[in-house]
């Protein structure tokens, strides 16, 4: 049976695109408030519906409410932010410094979203010609969450500046599994107009213009 319904109503397509062009990587805003098991499980299924090479569905999901557990992972931040900040002189370097870029013990709830490499098998159909095809759908997953909790009200901040060998041992994670993102939930006093990286001068959005290009690099588009 299909869906007869092709197209979206005009309050269905505003919502969808409200949720993309709101969303924010957020890091100084968090809330302590709890999320609601049923709002965290709306988040969770959104993330399970991404599309995956082969239906393959490499996701597991890590729910990290201990504040013990999450102050080793922001442990291993502080470290690796040091050795990020030396990447920098100067003016750079200080505006890095002022950077906050994890909200890993402010929000009530962490979520390291994994990929288990060895799911579905050795053929996994898709994924013959390229392996990292599982790390590709596991970031949609992580996309649709981001998506979600956005149209919940929720925030999601994206830590990256990890250990991942370290983060794996204090998950206990198989020899399989990748982390591949660990991600800070949880409501917020307000969302950003703009990404933060934009506000203080770090960086800004690139014209869409000069990123589209027809029938090879660098070729003009004529539409
Ligand atoms: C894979 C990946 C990894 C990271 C991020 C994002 C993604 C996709 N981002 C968030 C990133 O800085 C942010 O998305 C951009 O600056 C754009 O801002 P908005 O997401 O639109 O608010 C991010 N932010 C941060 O403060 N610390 C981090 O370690 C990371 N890591």
Redesign the pocket.
């Known amino acids: 049976m299909s869906n007869s319904d092709n197209s979206f109503s005009d309050s269905e397509r505003a919502g969808l695109y409200r949720a993309i062009y709101e969303?924010?990587?957020v890091?100084s805003q968090f809330l302590p408030d709890p999320i609601p098991k049923p709002v965290l499980m709306r988040l969770l299924k959104a993330a399970h519906h991404a599309p995956s090479v082969g239906f393959m569905q490499p996701w597991d999901f890590i729910l990290i409410d201990s504040l013990e557990v999450r102050e080793e992972v922001l442990a291993s931040f502080n470290e690796e932010n040091a050795k990020a900040a030396d990447n920098y002189t100067g003016e750079r370097q200080q505006t890095y410094r002022s950077?906050?870029?994890?909200g890993i013990t402010e929000s009530p709830m962490n979520l390291c979203i994994t990929c288990d490499r060895s799911r579905g098998g050795a053929h996994v159909l898709g994924r013959n010609s390229i392996v990292d095809m599982d790390l590709f759908s596991t970031c949609l997953a992580v996309q649709n969450l981001w998506l979600a909790a956005r149209a919940e009200g929720i925030g999601v901040?994206?830590?990256?500046?990890i250990d991942q060998t370290r983060l794996a041992d204090i998950l206990n994670l198989p020899e399989n599994v990748y982390p591949l993102?660990y991600l800070c939930l949880g409501y917020v006093s307000e969302f950003?107009d703009k990404?933060?990286?934009?506000t203080k001068g770090w960086r800004s959005r690139l014209p869409l213009e000069e990123l589209v290009h027809g029938n090879g690099w660098g070729k003009p588009l004529i539409w």
């Open positions: 969303r924010r990587d890091r950077l906050k870029l994890q901040g994206w830590v990256s500046i993102a950003l990404p933060e990286l934009e």
